[in-house]
């Protein structure tokens, strides 16, 4: 998660919420890192996720990283964690639940859906205060920057 939360760091330059994410190899080997993009390249899909799902791709060269983990420090959207579903990913990791848009048991769970053919474990609570920190300090700065 120390990765992940050094990578969320990386968004704020930007404006970009600072989410992180890390894709570990079956041997515990970080292949792939992210943090939001949304800000910077104006890619409505440039969450933390799918840029290091992305990347790991690219590693392996295929769409597959079954054996892999994802690590997240904010709990996924319905889109990243489609994306996950998809790429056969063996196991998520996050730190904070979003209660806004979170799919991995806040608003919904898609990634134990029994209706898809890949549900990959997960594991939730890795370094919450962290994680949740970071957020909370980012939307105090810009509600501090932008009152009303």
């Given amino acids: ?3 992940a939360l050094d990578a969320a760091r990386g968004a704020l330059a930007s ?3 600072p989410v992180g994410a890390v894709v570990l190899d079956a041997f515990g080997r970080a292949i792939a890192t992210g943090h939001n993009v949304r800000e910077r390249d104006g890619d409505p899909t440039g969450h933390a996720e799918l840029v290091a799902l992305r990347a790991a791709a690219a590693s392996r060269d295929r769409w597959r990283l ?3 983990t994802l690590v997240v420090t904010l709990e996924p959207c319905t889109m990243c964690a489609g994306a996950l579903v998809l790429a056969r990913v063996d196991r998520l990791v996050f730190g904070a639940y979003d209660e806004k848009a979170g799919a991995v048991g806040s608003l919904w ?6 209706r898809l053919n890949h549900r990959p474990e997960v594991i939730v609570g890795v370094r919450t205060e962290e994680c949740s920190a970071l957020l909370a300090e980012f939307f105090e700065s810009r509600r501090a920057d932008h009152p009303g």
């Fill in 66 to 68: 079954d054996g892999c």
């Fill in 109 to 114: 769970d898609v990634v134990r859906d029994r």
């Fill in 15 to 17: 404006g970009d919420i």
């Fill in 1 to 3: 998660m120390g990765i």
